[in-house]
């Protein structure tokens, strides 16, 4: 046998814990050549154990028996018990073995020397049928079974293990503890993979506390080290994250491909029961309840009554049966083809018939009681608390559950000042409620990323929707626009993001976008980049230390609006736990109106938005009455509109409108010709704007921008007609404009005007933007901006509407500039014709160089074209 051939082999696990790739060929190597029983047992112990880590359990299980059976033939009991107690890993992965895990243990116990693996390989068993006491015991006892010299190699993977049992059981600092001692020991031995191991439940660790930038940040870190047969351990806790922050689009198409894997007979329960708590989780988010609860139900028919797994899955049943309403949709509009006129009559039918009904609220608790059937468990200790004393605040309380990580139940509880607003509101003490929320923005660290920001303090919407709809109930107009408001609390990142790989990475994505027309390798590469933008926002240098100030709120939402209105007619459409209305302040008076279900609205926006854009498309011949746009605008009319006619007169109006019409080409319709429609994400947002408005700014000369793409033909013609308008602006045009040229004028520019194809993306509304010589300036780039133009004009298809997010808040291009400080944004919801806004884009500067409010040139310029005013108009 060569020297050196045995090094580490008398040390299997540290070795496998190392490099179990190193560990297999060092194994077979061995194995290859003549040597002694002894020796044998222990290599095909290694090699069975690296087989396993390397993602073959069964090669792994079949190695070990031999492993066994050499040692025991040879009559070496201590390695035959290695050999045992190692198999036994293998099966309490499976959550137990049965009488063969049992007899493993019994004739392994009996040597010394591997008691101390029994008894870890028994908590690894309870620890995958989610018995977590037990599971600590088990890890106890191998610790105090430990000679600390001899079994130093194995410390780092019993505390590891310990580590992740005392977080799900909810007990986080010792977990923290624990963790930080594995990762510590494993470094110090050289153990990579159960450094990452660690690093990985660290990862987990940091989800449960909120810290989703760090838990990133271990995942990316663990997923260099930990071996293969754990990377999908690691990528369900990476989806896990996901969930927890609200992300459930990225975690679903993270799952897509790791249920079915998870499921197999081989992987560990807990993969699979972790895969089928974020698929429950997940339908829920998407207001698939009914499949929600039959998965939850099924986990927990597989497990005891005293698993966490059951609880939890227990905890999902209860809180698909209280969703009883679908949760906000995340995505836009659906693109329709127009009905035909009898199928636009029974749509009339239909939202004629919902208008003149008022939205039913939530069912009362004994209506669900009468609904369950007779196998249904009762509720989770913790509902019965006070916090779901009625409809409203139970509906809040399950809708919590889904943007909550798999973690212990008490963890799915919202906070403290969550948890006691919910209380106030279940006595109808909306005055208290909102004394905990309302001027206490809640510890959090900002994240310099606008889609961040949208998703978080899930929780916190929750209660406010619960206002809401408590307020709707008792016919409390102005407190349910108070919870709205607070709901959609305007915020914007503190700073610019600074991560390199971030930029390197969005840079990548830009210029994939400009070969993808060509090359099909680029577009592939484009869907994988995109793909993973969102998640790839979370990085510590991003994660402000500031907790957030105070909101500075001195007037309940209604009694501001209503002080600087002017005029004006202030609408905001709403849907809380599936009641749709519209709030409007008019006059001074907050009032609410009923309005048909969402999904006739959605409809209606939709085959509005599909006539519009194919007349666009078609050219002049086929506008006219044959074109279908205007029955749909009449439609949409009814339906949105006419509601609240007699309220708003033939005001101007302050709109934040509807997720499905956000989108819609207001100018459409009938009622809305000529008229001031300004849009806004918020009525706290418009006072904002306006507020910037007042306050003014430079007393020198305001300075503009204009930039002309390489293509359409007419940019460049649209530009030279501006130039002038404005004689003193700053150009840049043609194949040299660049988006750090562009992004650099913004930063110094008064007023901006971009002229270029534009692009939109459903899926990654961030992604919107407006194409340059090298790729567009996307809408994640405006984030990068230490200052935005006060007015933005974007001549550019499609890039005006919004996609709401799950929170509702709009996002997409036009929703950037606003959320970064723009008071106006003029952009177009439907494609850019060159001969039609040849003529009406200098019209409208013109008029706004004249004096003319934007929302008032907008309407008298371009709001035929699909161009909306944004902001304070």
């Not at 050549?33 to 290599?43: E, V």
């Not at 929707?465 to 409390?476: F, M, S």
């Not at 090359?519 to 510590?540: F, M």
């Not at 509304?765 to 230490?786: I, T």
Request: glycine share 10%; aromatic share 2%; net charge positive.
């Amino acid at each position: 046998m060569a020297p050196g051939r045995l090094d580490g082999v008398r040390h299997p696990v540290t070795l496998v814990a190392q490099d179990p790739r190193l560990a297999r060929r060092r194994a077979e190597q061995v194995l290859d050549a003549p040597c002694d029983p002894t020796t044998r047992s222990i290599a095909l112990r290694m090699l069975g154990a690296a087989r396993r880590e390397l993602g073959d359990p069964a090669a792994g299980e079949r190695l070990l028996r031999q492993s066994a059976a050499v040692a025991a033939r040879a009559g070496d009991a201590e390695h035959a018990a290695h050999a045992r107690a190692s198999r036994l890993g293998v099966l309490a992965l499976r959550g137990s073995g049965g009488l063969a895990a049992a007899a493993l243990a019994r004739l392994s116990a009996d040597t010394g020397s591997a008691r101390a693996m029994v008894a870890t390989h028994h908590g690894v068993a309870a620890a995958q049928q989610g018995r977590f006491t037990a599971a600590i015991a088990g890890f106890d006892a191998a610790l105090a079974l430990l000679d600390g010299d001899a079994d130093g190699h194995l410390l780092p993977g019993v505390l590891s293990n310990r580590g992740l049992a005392l977080m799900y059981a909810g007990r986080l600092e010792e977990s923290a503890a624990d963790l930080a001692g594995a990762l510590r020991r494993a470094g110090e031995g050289g153990q990579d993979s159960l450094r990452g191991v660690a690093l990985q439940n660290l990862g987990c660790l940091a989800v449960r506390t909120g810290d989703l930038a760090r838990a990133i940040s271990c995942f990316s870190a663990a997923e260099r080290l930990v071996p293969p047969q754990r990377l999908l351990s690691l990528h369900l806790d990476h989806a896990d994250a996901l969930v927890a922050a609200g992300m459930h689009r990225e975690a679903a198409r993270l799952l897509g491909g790791l249920s079915a894997a998870a499921a197999g007979g081989d992987r560990p329960v807990a993969d699979a029961v972790t895969a089928g708590l974020l698929q429950a989780k997940v339908r829920l988010a998407r207001g698939d309840t009914g499949g929600a609860r039959g998965l939850a139900r099924r986990l927990r028919r597989g497990f005891p009554a005293d698993s966490l797994w059951a609880e939890l899955a227990r905890l999902l049943e209860w809180s698909a049966h209280h969703s009883a309403v679908p949760l906000q949709r995340s995505g836009p509009p659906r693109l329709v083809r127009p009905t035909g006129a009898r199928g636009r009559r029974a749509a009339e039918h239909r939202a004629t018939a919902d208008a003149r009904t008022e939205p039913a609220g939530p069912p009362s608790r004994a209506d669900r009681a009468s609904r369950r059937g007779p196998g249904d468990d009762p509720p989770p200790a913790w509902a019965e608390t006070g916090c779901a004393a009625t409809a409203e605040t139970a509906t809040a309380l399950a809708h919590c559950v889904h943007s909550a990580p798999v973690a212990s139940p008490s963890a799915t509880l919202p906070g403290a000042d969550e948890t006691a607003a919910l209380r106030a509101l279940a006595r109808g003490d909306h005055r208290a409620a909102r004394g905990q929320l309302l001027h206490r923005p809640g510890r959090l660290r900002p994240a310099r990323h606008l889609e961040l920001l949208v998703h978080a303090r899930a929780h916190r919407r929750e209660v406010a929707a619960a206002g809401a709809r408590r307020a709707l109930r008792e016919g409390d107009a102005a407190a349910a626009l108070e919870w709205v408001e607070f709901a959609a609390a305007p915020t914007a990142p503190p700073g610019p993001c600074r991560n390199r790989a971030w930029l390197d990475l969005l840079d990548r994505c830009r210029t994939a976008h400009l070969r993808a027309g060509v090359d099909p390798a680029a577009r592939r590469e484009l869907s994988a980049i995109a793909d993973g933008l969102g998640v790839a926002q979370w990085h510590a240098e991003c994660m402000t230390a500031d907790e957030g100030a105070d909101t500075g709120w001195d007037l309940p939402a209604g009694a501001a609006l209503a002080e600087h209105l002017a005029g004006r007619a202030f609408v905001r459409y709403i849907r809380v736990h599936g009641a749709d209305a519209a709030i409007t302040v008019v006059d001074g008076r907050t009032r609410v109106h009923p309005l048909p279900p969402a999904a006739a609205v959605e409809d209606a926006a939709a085959k509005l938005a599909y006539a519009a854009r194919a007349r666009v498309l078609a050219g002049e011949r086929r506008r006219g009455a044959g074109d279908g746009v205007a029955p749909a605008a009449e439609l949409v009319e009814r339906l949105l509109v006419a509601p609240l006619a007699e309220a708003v007169g033939d005001r101007p109006l302050v709109v934040v409108p509807a997720p499905s019409a956000q989108a819609l080409p207001w100018g459409l319709l009938p009622r809305m010709r000529g008229r001031e429609v300004s849009v806004v994400p918020s009525g706290r947002a418009w006072l904002a704007r306006r507020g910037a408005r007042r306050r003014g700014g430079d007393p020198a000369p305001p300075r503009t921008l204009l930039v002309a793409g390489e293509a359409p033909d007419g940019a460049a013609g649209e530009i030279r007609c501006l130039e002038s308008v404005y004689p003193q602006a700053a150009v840049l045009r043609g194949p040299q404009v660049r988006v750090a040229e562009v992004l650099r004028g913004l930063e110094r520019a008064d007023t901006a005007h971009l002229a270029a194809h534009g692009s939109a993306s459903a899926q990654n509304p961030m992604l919107a933007g407006v194409l340059l010589a090298d790729g567009p300036l996307f809408a994640y780039d405006v984030e990068r901006l230490s200052r935005v133009p006060r007015v933005t004009v974007l001549s550019s298809c499609w890039v005006g509407g919004s996609v709401p997010a799950a929170s509702g808040a709009p996002l997409g291009m036009a929703a950037s500039l606003l959320a970064m400080g723009a008071e106006v944004v003029v952009a177009g919801v439907l494609p850019v014709s060159d001969h039609g806004i040849a003529a009406a884009m200098p019209a409208f500067h013109a008029a706004l160089r004249a004096g003319a409010p934007p929302a008032r040139a907008v309407a008298d310029h371009l709001a035929e074209a699909g161009f909306i005013c944004y902001g304070a108009g």
